[in-house]
């Protein structure tokens, strides 16, 4: 932008269904944002979406093609700020899966997010963070502590299962502007992504 500024219209306009798409998901549902080492968190959380709602209107092939369009651009923006700064900038996600319903609902939504994350990871091996999944609900957690010893160590080495950030935020948009809340989720991040415990 002229100012100097980031606009998100562009790429939204340009995304893969848009028209549906930016129905439903906002910046109350989806970022990305910077963390103060200068990656890029990509957020989400699922419960601001209608996914019901939208899920009737796209299919979940087309939904995966806007998931994997957010990941070129996160990867592109990262291959941008390498670049910029000498030093490889990675992509990691955070999942809030705050609100989440475990069952009913339309689960192409969820296989959408997964099978894009999945080819992302693949095409963008080198900037592919680890995945910080927030909140999970009770029964969820019981069954990721069972289970997340039988993942191969490499997989549980990216996987981080957290209680408590983002609990006070309301939608993930308060994120951008400075304050209490992002720099509580900046210290999140600091404690949770880049510790080696």
């Known amino acids: 932008m002229s100012d100097g500024g980031w606009s998100n219209a562009p790429v939204r306009s340009a995304a893969p269904k848009a028209s549906v798409v930016n ?3 906002t910046s109350d549902s989806i970022i990305t944002t910077q963390s103060r080492k200068g990656d890029l968190a990509y957020c989400v959380r ?3 979406i209608d996914v019901d709602a939208m899920m009737s209107k796209i299919s979940q092939a087309d939904m995966e093609s806007f998931f994997l369009y957010a990941k070129e651009i996160n990867a592109v923006v990262a291959n941008l700020r390498s ?3 000498d030093r490889l900038v990675c992509v990691f ?8 319903k475990l ?10 997010l997964s099978a894009s994350s999945q ?4 095409l963008y091996p080198s900037l592919s ?12 957690g019981v069954l990721a502590k069972l289970f997340t010893p ?48």
């Open 23 to 25: 129905e439903f998901i």
């Open 46 to 48: 699922s419960s601001n």
């Open 83 to 85: 670049a910029e700064t």
């Open 93 to 100: 996600t955070v999942n809030d899966l705050s609100g989440v």
């Open 103 to 112: 069952v009913g609902g339309d689960a192409s939504f969820r296989k959408a």
């Open 119 to 122: 080819k992302a990871n693949e």
């Open 129 to 140: 963070g680890p995945t910080l999944l927030l909140n999970l609900p009770r029964l969820l």
């Open 150 to 197: 039988l993942f191969p160590a490499e997989v549980r080495k990216k996987l981080k299962f957290v209680q408590g950030p983002l609990s006070d935020v309301d939608g993930l948009s308060e994120l951008f502007a400075d304050g209490p809340k992002r720099e509580k989720f900046m210290n999140e991040l600091d404690e949770h992504i880049y510790s080696e415990a």
